[in-house]
């Protein structure tokens, strides 16, 4: 039985869920056949069984696995004769910083450019709970979060120079292949382009050529999805 | 022959370069015996019959070699069969990111903090030449670059979050055992540490807890060595 997906829904078709697309990446790097299925934010603890608030879930050989890094260390062990995520043990505690630093300085940094974006393309159902655990999250209108966010586009982009100076030097943060350490990157950058037409990556910035490398990967798998650049 | 290593040497035997730190602990988890040199910065071209203008440089069976990462590599493909730095192609590719990471965010604020100690610090055929160079660069005197330091250290302590997060889930960035990714960082610390009793982290941070295992290693390799504390 194929792998169950549980991805997050916005509106027209659109999986924005950064977590969400290291699974997705996840899943096509193993080279696994999965079910695709979308659920609201308002209707994940319905999914599978759980009791959770968050997606990815995936559902494998009878067991629910929540937590994208979960799921990685998971598919990582699980399927251990596929295309390995980290590379081994070193390259697997490697992508914890990787992590950290995604979660605290590229999705803090997003989401202040384009959360009140995010809000447009929710789905319908899920719009009052969105703007209000957003809005108790910022302590201000989702709005007053993104307002002025020209003006801060510099400061964004110069907190990506470590990231910056690293794939202008090699193709990907895994070497000369990507590895699950990109895929944690690569979703918060997927993030933007599914839910926003603002450009928070300049054309000629080595950060957006690796964006597009990773879009490529999988037969366009990034590349292909909904997104607005 | 025993590997040559060429260090920088600060009065009283100080050898605080953080690139020099990243070498010398990368020599001691090889496990390799050497003979250690010091030199002046101003002394730096007249050693190993190089041009070079900054250390680390280390001979080995008839070579030369500069730059940290340069020694790195040369020593994890000539000694393979000894403790490996990397942990594999992925480890060493993750690295990039985190040498990246250290240059334009720890070194880069490490140095707004305690620059005017470092001079305090060099040897003094050195002191003008550092002076010189480092207000070049800065644009301003190494007094009015450091002024204001405790007004600014929340800040610096709040850019570490990534690193925080990360060893207060695991004992080292390497995971279970350091990896030179470790003494990337480490060195950064190692440093301040070296020429200033002024406190860039708090008792009670995973950070300086961490900076304390790496001092730990190789039979106290670091602690041992001439520091504030």
Known sequence: MAIVFYDLAGRDGRNFSPYCWRTRMALAHKGLDYEHRGTAFTAIAAVAGTDATT??????????IGDSSSIADYLE??????PSLFGGETGRALCKFVHSWTNTVV??????????????????????????????????TLAAVQAGREDRLAGFRADLNPLRLT???????????????????????????????????????????????????????????????
């Open 107 to 140: 999705h803090a940094g997003v989401a202040r450019l384009v959360v009140n974006d995010i809000y447009d393309h929710v789905c319908k159902e899920d719009r009052d709970y969105f703007r209000a655990s957003r809005e108790k999250i910022f302590g201000r």
């Open 167 to 229: 794939v202008r030097a090699q193709a990907f943060l895994g070497g000369e292949r990507a590895s699950y350490a990109d895929y944690i990157v690569f979703g918060a950058f997927q993030w933007a382009r599914s839910i926003s037409d603002f450009r928070i990556l300049a054309d000629d910035d080595p950060v957006f050529a690796w964006f597009l490398r990773c879009g490529e990967l999988f037969d366009g798998l990034g590349r292909k999805a909904p997104g607005y650049y």
């Open 55 to 64: 997606v990815p879930i995936i559902e494998d050989d009878g067991r629910a």
């Open 77 to 82: 062990t699980q399927y251990p004769d596929r």
